[in-house]
């Protein structure tokens, strides 16, 4: 199994290239993105050492699914995708904020609820609550999107208004957008035996209209837990059984890395790799309620070269 973990196309009217955590978004003609999801993965804003054989196919293909299955929520970038890793879009000039939607206490604001901290990104929180419980209504907490290498930080929507990230007009668009959306994600995950529990959106404008970019509802964007023992497990106060990333941090935790400075990435051995691999078409067979396709992956950037040229240029 090979994984692809960098690109270094040339399309035609390509203007400029973006090389992300996990995605590598090729400019054409300041009209179009070519977004491919490759094999990388990262954790705590650190990208590791090693691909992951199938999972930029696994997430190219759920964020597709699911863009197509929103688009009477919102207007979203995509236009088509010429390969199981690609997506080709609109440009969009992007809002400099991540859109995050909780369902449910656990991860970071858990972990800053655990604190003390009764407040996050301006949402006031009641005491007495315990991890992996259920808000009465979702509550948005958004992030800034921070620079390669450097941390997103919580934010508040009066922070986002009082720095100009958005105006009063667009911020109440993009809040209605994200709780429509992960109303729909979590239906749809109800449907597959799922909670979805938290998950982020990015969006952008194009022509003065808002759109939905990025992936949406993927293991990498969101955290979902199984439904069924989910309040059995919530009672005894138990882990929840997870399907998200959050089993690569535990990994990376248990071998005393959390991404700080000094802090040294442990060992990933093929046995690890190949588990985490496994970990993500369990996800995509769980989460699409379909079975996970392997695709060549013999010669992945040219099989990527050619669809994508196909594209460009019929």
């Known amino acids: 199994m090979k994984a692809l973990t960098k690109t270094d196309f040339n399309f035609p009217g390509q203007k400029s290239v973006y090389h992300g955590k996990v995605r590598d978004v090729y400019n054409i003609n300041g009209e179009k993105l070519v977004m491919v999801a490759t094999d990388r993965i990262s954790a705590f804003d650190v990208v590791l050492p090693e691909g992951i054989p199938y999972k930029g196919q696994m997430l190219n293909q759920i964020a597709a699914k699911f863009l197509d299955a929103t688009t009477d929520i919102c207007p979203n970038w995509k236009l088509a995708t010429p390969d199981p890793m690609v997506t080709v879009g609109v440009l969009c000039e992007g809002f400099p904020v991540e859109m995050i939607v909780r369902g449910y206490l656990c991860g970071s604001a858990w972990r800053t609820y655990k604190s003390g901290v009764r407040e996050i990104c301006g949402v006031k929180l009641p005491d007495g609550m315990r991890e992996n419980q259920k808000f009465p209504e979702p509550i948005v907490t958004p992030t800034t999107k921070a620079e390669m290498g450097l941390h997103d930080e919580d934010i508040s929507k009066e922070e986002i208004l009082k720095q100009g990230l958005a105006t009063p007009e667009e911020y109440a668009i993009l809040e209605k957008y994200t709780l429509a959306l992960f109303k729909r994600g979590t239906e749809i995950a109800a449907e597959r035996g799922?909670?979805?529990?938290?998950?982020?959106y990015e969006f952008g404008?194009?022509?003065g209209t808002i759109y939905?970019?990025?992936e949406i509802h993927t293991p990498d964007s969101s955290r979902y837990f199984y439904s069924e023992g989910y309040?059995?497990?919530f009672e005894k106060g138990e882990p929840q059984k997870q399907l998200s990333k959050e089993f690569v941090r535990e990994w990376l935790m248990e071998n005393g890395f959390q991404?700080?400075?000094g802090q040294k990435v442990p060992e990933m051995t093929p046995a690890i790799v190949q588990s985490i691999s496994d970990r993500y078409i369990e996800l995509f067979e769980n989460i699409t309620g379909e079975k996970f396709v392997k695709e060549d992956t013999s010669n992945i950037a040219e099989r990527i070269e050619k669809n994508v040229m196909n594209f460009l240029t019929k």
Do not use: P
Not at 194 to 200: E, F, G, M, P, W
């Open 259 to 261: 991404g700080k400075d």
């Open 231 to 233: 309040q059995e497990r």
């Open 205 to 207: 404008k194009h022509n």
């Open 194 to 200: 799922l909670i979805l529990v938290d998950t982020k």
């Open 212 to 214: 939905l970019m990025d």
